[in-house]
């Protein structure tokens, strides 16, 4: 089944603490993205890829760092959380080259930072 | 720069109404036009899309017309039933650069009642 994956699906951590959220798809999408989702404001992107290797800043970066060592991988990291990214984060992906190809989206990581 | 703006929510409609959710968008260039949904729990899922001018996307008894002239593409459905109840989203790609974004509008809660 296509699909993206992503763990875990609930997160409460501390202040500080490193973080990694992980994010797996299996339909060989070049492109693969961060959005975190908080009320009022929509999804806002967070980082993207458009190939291995190849990563750029979205909208909101400050805080996230991301990798993308392999094609269907794309992990989140957060060196030193802190309780403004308590967020709902969703990771998503798609074929490059269409510009109607849809996002195909995890089913979310819910962060708490205390 | 390019923007989305829902109607704001949440809308309550009972079993069998008519559903119209307002979506309107500024963007340079010609960007493809989409509708997701997201149910409680879920990551979100497209519903239904549009590539270009007078385009009419459809999917599950919902649809949307991608209007140039008024730059909006609304959500309708004729008779909504309990099971619509969830959080819809519109959205615009083609951002020149990030081919594969989207941005999204702040979402919109849909409660049906029995």
């Known amino acids: 089944e296509a699909q993206v994956t992503q763990n875990p699906r609930y997160l409460i951590t501390v202040t500080g603490k490193k973080l990694t959220v992980t994010c797996s798809q299996n339909?060989?999408?070049?492109?693969m993205s961060w959005y975190r989702q908080d009320p009022g404001l929509g999804l806002r992107q967070i980082y993207y890829s458009m190939n291995v290797e190849v990563t750029d800043k979205g909208d909101v970066p400050e805080g996230y760092k991301v990798s993308r060592k392999e094609k269907r991988n794309f992990p989140l990291i957060l060196e030193s959380p802190s309780p403004n990214q308590t967020s709902l984060y969703f990771c998503a992906s798609s074929l490059l080259g269409k510009r109607d190809s849809p996002l195909h989206f995890g089913n979310g990581t819910r962060l708490t930072v205390t | 720069g390019n923007s989305v703006t829902q109607m704001e929510g949440p809308v309550t409609l009972s079993e069998e109404a008519f559903l119209t959710i307002n979506c309107t968008y500024t963007?340079?260039?010609?960007?493809?036009l989409f509708w997701y949904v997201q149910y409680p729990g879920e990551g979100l899922q497209l519903l239904l899309k549009?590539?270009?001018?007078?385009d009419k996307g459809s999917n599950k008894g919902f649809e949307a017309t991608y209007r140039k002239e008024t730059t909006s593409f609304h959500l309708e459905k004729g008779s909504v039933q309990v099971s619509d109840s969830a959080v819809y989203f519109c959205?615009?790609?083609?951002?020149?650069?990030?081919?594969?974004?989207?941005?999204f509008g702040q979402g919109t809660t849909l409660q049906v009642k029995p």
């Open positions: 959205a615009l790609s083609g951002v020149a650069g990030n081919t594969g974004k989207l941005i």
């Open positions: 339909m060989n999408h070049e492109y």
């Open positions: 549009a590539t270009k001018a007078d």
């Open positions: 963007a340079t260039g010609y960007p493809s």
